[in-house]
């Protein structure tokens, strides 16, 4: 495995302004912090909430809004972005339209503090670049060639593994045909890691012209993935698909809200505990992860 560290801000020395205004909170390892997305009944997005619009429940007690940040703040918390991309054998019609796709989506985002690659077929490879390094990053994505089965799975599983130690947003983009064959984890692991983990993930689905049962399954995994972190999942059909779709996904990414709290349930069983989050405006649609595993410590 290749690996490749870069300094980044944290959120822990990170200051951001909270409620009410005159006060400043700090965020720590305790701090519950949530990617929301607010859009009017057609579609369009609400970016003009303040913290005290937002009520958050967990477990059916209600929560003190501490860290509130609209997604076009500046300055912002920073942004981590995470490129996952399948080079297995069943992307040969597809890998070219994936890399055009992933090199896209780099340029639609320069703000990314850095960006994770990983590129998995049988195996799983991840390196960590800085903005400096991102024209080896494209060579390194342009290099790839079809290979091998496919370890989705494993990829997100090793993915949000090194993504617990980033500090900030964190949201990548999984590039697939949707059909995992060689993983060790489990699609219910995966979901399992997803629901716990804090960052917002983004699928783009080359599935063609998959049709019956095979391909509603694809479409609906990846599905399922996505809604358990509060991100969408997208199925263009060619490049001309792409700019439109990166569109919408960087249109998500600024239009999204963190916002965060300490929990009242001081407890660390490490149980799952569930989030809702409501908007004291009317005719608005929420979407954001449905909670979090508290944290566990062995007791005495």
């Known amino acids: 495995m290749i690996t490749r560290v870069w300094t980044a801000v944290g959120l822990a020395a990170f200051v951001v302004a909270a409620v009410p205004a005159a006060q400043v909170f700090r965020a720590t390892v305790d701090l519950v912090s949530l990617g929301v997305t607010v859009t009017e009944r057609d579609g369009r997005f609400v970016t003009d909430l303040r913290a005290e619009d937002f009520e958050i429940v ?14 076009d703040a500046s300055p912002a918390p920073p942004l981590h972005l ?6 297995s054998g069943s992307m040969e019609d597809d890998i070219a339209l994936s890399r055009t796709a992933a090199i896209k989506f780099l340029n639609a985002l320069p703000e990314a503090e850095d960006v994770t690659l990983v590129d998995f077929d049988t195996e799983v490879r991840v390196a960590r670049y800085g903005p400096a390094d991102f024209p080896r990053l494209v060579e390194r ?24 130690s980033l500090e900030g947003r964190k949201v990548f983009l999984l590039y697939t045909d949707g059909m995992d064959t060689s993983s060790s984890m489990s699609f219910s692991e995966t979901i399992d890691l ?10 783009i689905g080359f599935l063609g012209p998959a049709g019956g049962s ?6 609906m995994r990846l599905q399922q993935m996505t809604e358990a972190t509060g991100g969408l999942a997208f199925f263009p059909g060619s490049v001309k698909d792409l700019d439109p779709t990166y569109e919408k996904v960087v249109a998500e990414i600024r239009a999204q809200y ?13 149980k799952w505990r569930k989030v809702d989050i ?11 992860r449905k909670g979090y595993y508290a944290p566990f410590r062995q007791g005495p």
């Open 194 to 203: 997803l629901k716990g983990s804090d960052v917002t993930m983004f699928a």
């Open 258 to 270: 963190t916002v965060g709290y300490l929990s009242t349930n001081t407890r660390t069983d490490g």
């Open 278 to 288: 409501k908007i004291k405006r009317p005719n608005v649609k929420v979407r954001s």
């Open 82 to 87: 995470g490129l996952l991309l399948d080079s």
């Open 214 to 219: 095979r391909g509603m399954e694809q479409r």
């Open 58 to 71: 967990e477990d059916g007690a209600p929560q003190s809004v501490r860290l509130f940040v609209r997604g």
């Open 141 to 164: 994505i342009r290099r790839r060639k079809p290979a091998g089965d496919t370890a989705m799975h494993d990829a997100m599983g090793v993915y949000l593994d090194g993504a617990t």
